[in-house]
């Protein structure tokens, strides 16, 4: 007799919120139920079926019945715990824990109204199925997961008479089925008729909860002609016990009979019963013949042998180990355990995953222990997905005389076949019944068909990331979103073309309202071009810009959640618009900016955890932040505002989502505009970092005029042409509506690395910025743009705060000052207007005419003449002449028999300062009012530097406009 599979763990950390908590006076703290699950360890379509479930409910139930994911995503190992305790002490939530999917299914099942089928071969059939989830609330589930012979969840006592001796009983209360014996009886059972084709579904599973009564025990019998067998004849095991109907019954092809199950011992005995289901593995071997298996050693003597019940493999004297092998071929989707039970070992033993094609072996286990062990596929086998066909390896290695005994070996589902709740609902939709082969043809119908029907303000592609992730952390974390918004969900499959791909891609966006926003991410989606630009995340961001719309990266979850907590109002404790601030001119301003702020996991994980570290508050740290969070997920917003400190400061991510902003078409960018205007104001929200593809003026001022931001800095996709040695221009200078455009430094954007490349520490950093701070003339704005989660040590991924509060001691105040970007942008605005120290070059400066050059090198400009009488250098600036109306100049040095001027040209008239022309080095002073007349207002024109003379040069250490001299 064998009772297996008898495996159940369950894991709760209590972990204590170290972030502040503010309950908000508005929130009354009546108690609101809610359950939770965790997915951490589900396969990948187990893993999908309870996202799209949590997105069904969350959007069709109140909030006394939604639903919480207990998962973590990125370093952050506390997400779920934290947000549970948050909820609970402020909103005055109680998680109620449910410990399978099961428990999940028959929680929810009023909310399922059927299921949609999809054949897990063709990739898109899956999210086309999770499309339909969106429209219509019925569950995507796998074929595998609902292909068995019988399935029996004891909901009902539907389908089964009761027998034994007289008076006995069975009787279901909705969840579990009881069968009891008469006072007067011994024992009692149920029984039906089942007709089963036992080479395809082999294993009869039961799940048994309880037993009741002293001496009580449970059966399950065959009854075929007459002929009953017992398998078990009696058993006092609680837990899933599996029964191989081959090796039990002799059975083999289609058969008929009677199905019985009991309980025994006695009068006044019962038993309870979960589910019970007929089906089949991935694989299992139970090993009551050796069929299939070969094996081998290198010297001989070895052996493989059965006894019907167990096998046993042995090195026998000649050789230090053995193995035995066969061939294993299932869906790692679905399949996505293996499940070994050793019974004895004389040394060690280890289980062997072979890739034959790609000549790579997976060791999974190497143990001298008996026992079950389970052993994740995905975890162990480089994220492999689909249908795979690999070597399954069992190697004895104690030596010689050496020998391991094994029960079974299975594919499987974790941690056990679970009840297959799944089977009580209804069919929706068969996808099966349309047949697709590939892709291309599956996508086709699913445009044609669904996405008429389909959210036009949110669709979903789910990324690498999320796809071929190794555990279910990121497994479609972020889907129940998607269910919720009734988006089209979709999955750039690696089978097409790029080109195919590309008109996929866009025949979606297409579909969509502008703006609206793409969920999950980018990875996996295009290739990148061998020539480095673009990547495949820049074709990405730059077909949702050129549709108008933009992106939210998200691993994340817990979506459908968030958005349905009530909150408070939601905008943060922060000035919109930001005034001027006294400027001192013997500073270099530092601003530290955190990244990763556009993505929905950074906000629901608390920043990577990098929130939560101690020494946040010590120092002014700046976080970038998505502001449509702040409608879309307002109880998380709200807690970032109540827990910030006065050293918190949040500015906008880029700028509203990931987008280019000159991708975009007039009629798209406005729209984008007016959506960011709303989100910002909302959110309080007054700077903007804007990564782009190309470095464009004019779009910038647009945008920061229509949105009224107070600043927008750049950041230019490395590589992009706008970059200049993989430096981009360090430029600061002003727009017309009086905002800042500050150009970054890129060696400051994301470092993770100090100079030497090894891992960023926090000398490194103060380093890098001293290095940096020493090419330019004070006062000179840096910001120093940090990932919250690549470091590669704990100082900075567990402790980034800490860490700045370190570098910012180390830098000292004589010469720098680390601030918010309200003091950062206020000084730039109260004392410069433009500025340029010539430590990288910039392609805003033009040069004429035909023959003159402009070069930058060792932290200077060198404007020569060529052959002309003279050699100009020039570009467009925008200056309020009442507020910076000085134009300042470092001339280091200048050729004999030249002279230079600095001008003003507003298109028709020129002034040149000095008037004649200065032959001489050093710093200069021109006041813009007592050469102009100008006195007021936003002046446009061309600063222009000129040398004078043929064949002439003259260099340029820095060029300043602002309400500062020298």
């Given amino acids: 007799m064998k009772i297996k599979w008898n495996l159940f763990l369950s894991l709760i950390l209590a972990v204590t919120l170290t972030a502040p908590i503010v309950a908000p006076s508005s929130i009354a703290?009546?108690?609101?139920?809610?359950?939770?699950?965790?997915?951490?360890?589900?396969?990948?379509?187990?893993?999908?079926?309870?996202?799209?479930?949590?997105?069904?409910?969350?959007?069709?139930?109140?909030?006394?019945?939604?639903?919480?994911?207990?998962?973590?995503?990125?370093n952050y190992q506390q997400t779920a715990t934290k947000w549970m305790d948050y909820y609970t002490n402020t909103k005055g939530y109680s998680f109620n824990r449910l410990n399978s999917l099961d428990d999940v299914l028959k929680k929810y099942q009023s909310n399922i109204p059927g299921l949609a089928i999809y054949d897990f071969r063709t990739d898109a059939a899956r999210w086309i199925a999770e499309t339909y989830s969106g429209i219509h609330n019925a569950l995507p589930v796998s074929a595998d997961m609902v292909d068995t012979a019988l399935q029996d969840n004891f909901t009902t006592f539907g389908g089964w008479s009761v027998g034994g001796d007289p008076g006995g009983s069975a009787s279901s209360n909705g969840d579990l089925l009881n069968i009891s014996s008469a006072a007067s009886g011994k024992y009692a059972l149920i029984y039906r008729t089942v007709t089963v084709d036992v080479d395809s579904y082999p294993y009869l599973q039961?799940?048994?909860?309880?037993?009741?009564?002293?001496?009580?025990?449970?059966?399950?019998?065959?009854?075929?002609?007459?002929?009953?067998t017992r398998i078990p004849a009696s058993s006092t095991e609680v837990g899933v016990s599996t029964i191989d109907l081959r090796q039990k019954t002799g059975f083999s092809g289609n058969v008929t009979f009677q199905l019985q199950i009991g309980v025994q011992g006695g009068a006044g005995k019962s038993v309870s019963l979960d589910w019970m289901h007929i089906g089949k593995y991935g694989f299992a071997d139970n090993f009551y013949t050796l069929n299939g298996w070969t094996v081998g050693s290198p010297n001989g003597g070895h052996s493989l042998t059965t006894n019907g019940e167990n096998a046993t493999l042995s090195t026998g004297p000649s050789s230090g180990y053995a193995l035995m092998r066969r061939s294993l071929t299932f869906n790692a989707d679905e399949y996505s355990y293996i499940d070994v039970k050793a019974t004895a070992a004389t040394g060690n033993w280890h289980v062997v995953l072979r890739d034959v094609a790609q000549n790579i072996d997976y060791p999974l286990y190497p143990s001298s222990l008996t026992g079950e062990f389970l052993f994740q596929i995905g975890a162990n086998t480089q994220g492999r997905r689909g249908g795979q066909t690999f070597e399954l390896q069992i190697v004895a290695n104690g030596g010689v005389n050496s020998s391991v005994t094994l029960d079974w070996v299975r594919v499987g589902r974790h941690p056990f076949e679970e009840g297959n709740f799944i089977n009580s609902f209804a069919v929706s939709k068969d996808l099966r019944t349309h047949n697709w082969t590939n892709d291309t043809t599956a996508y086709n119908w699913a445009i044609a068909n669904l996405l008429p029907l389909t959210d036009k303000k949110s669709a979903y592609h789910v990324g690498d990331e999320e796809y071929a992730s190794n555990t279910g952390q990121y497994q479609a974390s972020s889907l129940d979103i998607a269910v919720q918004s009734g988006a089209f969900s979709f999955r750039l499959p690696p089978t097409m073309s790029e080109v195919d791909k590309m008109t996929l891609f866009n025949n979606i966006l297409n579909h969509l309202s502008a703006p609206a926003a793409i969920y999950g991410g980018w990875q996996g989606a295009f290739e990148n071009d061998p020539s480095g630009a673009p990547s495949g995340e820049e074709k990405f961001i730059t077909a949702i810009a050129q549709n108008g719309h933009y992106a939210v990266l998200s691993p994340g979850s817990n979506g459908s959640f968030h958005s349905t907590v009530p909150a408070g109002p939601v905008s943060f404790n922060q000035s919109r618009t930001i005034g001027t601030s006294p400027i001192d001119s013997d500073k270099y301003y530092v601003a530290f900016m955190t990244a990763e702020g556009d993505t929905f996991a950074s906000a629901t994980d608390f920043v990577t955890g990098q929130w939560m570290d101690p020494g946040r508050g010590t120092v002014p740290i700046n976080w970038q932040w998505n502001p449509m969070f702040q409608t879309r997920f307002p109880a998380m917003a709200e807690y970032y505002r109540n827990s910030a400190t006065a050293n918190d400061y949040f500015y906008s991510a880029i700028p509203v989502g990931y987008t280019f902003l000159t991708e975009m078409s007039g009629a798209n960018l406005t729209k984008f505009t007016n959506f960011s205007k709303t989100a910002l104001d909302q959110a309080n929200i007054a700077v903007a970092d804007k990564w782009d593809t190309h470095w464009n003026l004019g779009v910038a001022e647009s945008f920061t005029t229509g949105t009224n931001l107070s600043a927008i800095f750049e950041g230019t996709m490395p590589g992009a042409v706008d970059s200049v040695d993989g430096n981009s221009f360090a430029q600061v200078r002003t727009l017309g509506n009086g905002a800042p455009f500050v150009t970054p430094v890129f060696h400051l954007q994301y470092p993770t690395k100090n100079a030497d490349g090894?891992?960023?520490?926090?000398?490194?950093?103060?380093?890098?910025?001293?290095?940096?701070?020493?090419?330019?003339?004070k006062p000179f704005f840096l910001k120093v743009f940090l990932n919250t989660y690549k470091f590669g040590n704990s100082t900075f991924d567990e402790h980034l705060p800490t860490a700045i509060k370190q570098v910012a001691d180390n830098l000292g105040t004589t010469d720098y000052k680390v601030v918010k970007l309200d003091e950062f942008v206020g000084a730039f605005k109260s004392g410069i207007n433009f500025q340029d120290d010539f430590v990288y070059k910039s392609r805003l400066w033009g040069v004429g005419p035909s023959g003159a050059s402009l070069?930058?090198?060792?932290?200077?400009?060198?404007?020569?003449?060529?052959?002309?009488?003279?050699?100009?250098?020039?570009?467009?600036?925008?200056?309020?002449?009442?507020?910076?109306?000085?134009?300042?100049?470092?001339?280091?040095?200048?050729?004999?028999?030249?002279?230079?001027?600095?001008?003003?040209?507003?298109?028709?008239?020129?002034w040149r300062l000095p008037n004649g022309g200065s032959t001489s080095t050093g710093t200069f002073n021109f006041d813009i009012q007592a050469a102009t007349g100008w006195t007021t207002g936003v002046k446009s024109f061309d600063i222009q530097v000129a040398v004078n003379g043929s064949g002439k040069s003259v260099d340029v250490d820095w060029l300043r406009i602002g309400s500062i001299q020298n």
Avoid: C
């Fill in 206 to 228: 039961l799940k048994v909860n309880g037993l009741t009564g002293s001496g009580a025990n449970w059966f399950i019998a065959v009854n075929q002609n007459g002929v009953t």
């Fill in 855 to 910: 070069t930058v090198a060792n932290g200077k400009a060198t404007l020569s003449s060529g052959a002309n009488t003279f050699g100009l250098m020039y570009q467009p600036v925008k200056v309020d002449v009442a507020k910076h109306k000085y134009i300042s100049i470092s001339v280091p040095r200048i050729d004999s028999g030249a002279n230079w001027t600095v001008n003003i040209f507003d298109g028709t008239t020129t």
């Fill in 29 to 74: 703290h009546a108690s609101i139920g809610a359950n939770v699950y965790d997915t951490t360890n589900l396969g990948y379509n187990q893993s999908i079926i309870a996202r799209s479930l949590q997105g069904i409910v969350n959007k069709t139930s109140t909030s006394a019945n939604r639903l919480f994911i207990d998962t973590n995503l990125w």
């Fill in 758 to 777: 090894s891992p960023l520490t926090v000398q490194g950093l103060t380093d890098m910025i001293r290095t940096e701070a020493n090419k330019h003339k």
